[in-house]
């Protein structure tokens, strides 16, 4: 776990590299017109650009520790390439709202245009995996850097394409979804429980989301307990993607001494069919249909009433 927050770096290593030869953008066109709502009401998007600007957006939320480290770089690229490059920042819109966002910006002084994205459709779109997040398009909108360091590398390619010289182009295939989906059959008459949840949620949002953070530790052993209070019930944990891999999982179900079926969701599809923002959450279904959205852990009567009515 901890490698994916300390240490993004050689995370873009095997895409391949080639020289800017036309200036035809590498993106689809639903990316290209995928809207950007900003919170000062107005909405934009790639395309609006294409041709004019570069733009750069970098994914963040208030509790990510390296996002905070490295806000003043984030502002002092506003300050130096504003005029030159549309520079956009994306709250990532999981366990925040919109009053923390408005206190980060004024705690570091940011300048720039800012989103939230409340229902997860940029996150799903561009690839997110974690946070800081950073994407860079040359004016023609082809992606020129893709990581998660405020680094030299991020430092030379904004340089350069603010002088509109060649550059390097990614292959776009990077913001293209080649993870495989959770199967779920939810049409099969029996209740499904889907609890959303995160390896990280219980010890990395302790000290900048100490509420979060208890609800997930006593999510998690609630959950444990229903399982097998209600083995007619299709029990899945579905485990977020951001900052995680196999082996995160299987330290935190060894943590939790966890019985019950858990899958990361690497496509992102359910977080993202589900609107999932905030962590964690119990999600009931039946016959394809929501029957109850659960983000209160603590009353847990109130949780044995629900199901053991629904069982009936």
Same mark, same amino acid.
């Given at each position: ?111 720039? @245009?800012?989103? /939230? *994205? $409340? !229902?997860?459709? +940029?996150?799903?779109?561009? =690839?997110?995996?974690?946070? &800081?997040?950073?994407? %860079? ?123 019950? @079926?858990?899958? /990361? *969701? $690497? !496509?992102?599809? +359910?977080?993202?069919?589900? =609107?999932?923002?905030?962590? &964690?959450?119990?999600? %009931? ?28």
């Amino acid at each position: 776990m901890h490698r994916y927050l300390s240490c993004f770096k050689g995370f873009v290593a095997g895409l391949f590299l080639v020289s800017l030869q036309s200036y035809a953008t590498n993106l689809p066109d639903e990316l290209l017109n995928t809207p950007i709502h900003l919170i000062s009401g107005g909405k934009t998007s790639l395309a609006e650009y294409r041709g004019k600007k570069p733009v750069y957006l970098k994914f963040w939320a208030t509790w990510c520790q390296p996002c905070r480290k490295q806000m003043p770089h984030f502002e002092n690229v506003q300050k130096s390439y504003g005029d030159e490059i549309v520079v956009i920042g994306i709250n990532l819109g999981i366990n925040d709202d919109a009053d923390a966002v408005q206190k980060t910006i004024e705690e570091f002084g940011l300048t720039m @245009p800012m989103a /939230i *994205d $409340k !229902s997860g459709d +940029l996150a799903q779109k561009f =690839r997110l995996i974690g946070t &800081p997040y950073h994407l %860079l398009f040359d004016k023609d909108m082809n992606l020129v850097h893709q990581g998660h360091e405020a680094d030299e590398s991020l430092d030379n390619k904004l340089a350069l394409v603010a002088q509109t010289k060649v550059s390097e182009i990614i292959d776009s295939e990077i913001l293209v979804e080649h993870e495989a989906d959770i199967q779920l059959d939810t049409d099969d008459g029996k209740f499904h429980a889907l609890f959303f949840t995160a390896t990280w949620c219980d010890w990395y949002l302790k000290d900048s989301r100490p509420k979060a953070s208890e609800s997930c530790i006593a999510a998690q052993n609630r959950i444990n307990s229903l399982y097998k209070e209600y083995p007619e019930f299709t029990w899945l944990g579905v485990v977020s993607r951001l900052w995680t891999g196999d082996q995160d999982l299987l330290e935190y179900a060894a943590k939790y001494k966890i019985e019950h @079926p858990a899958k /990361i *969701d $690497k !496509s992102n599809r +359910l977080f993202h069919q589900y =609107r999932v923002n905030d962590l &964690p959450v119990l999600i %009931l279904i039946k016959d394809g249909e929501v029957v109850a959205r659960i983000t209160d852990f603590h009353d847990s009567d109130r949780i044995s009433t629900l199901l053991r009515h629904l069982a009936q």
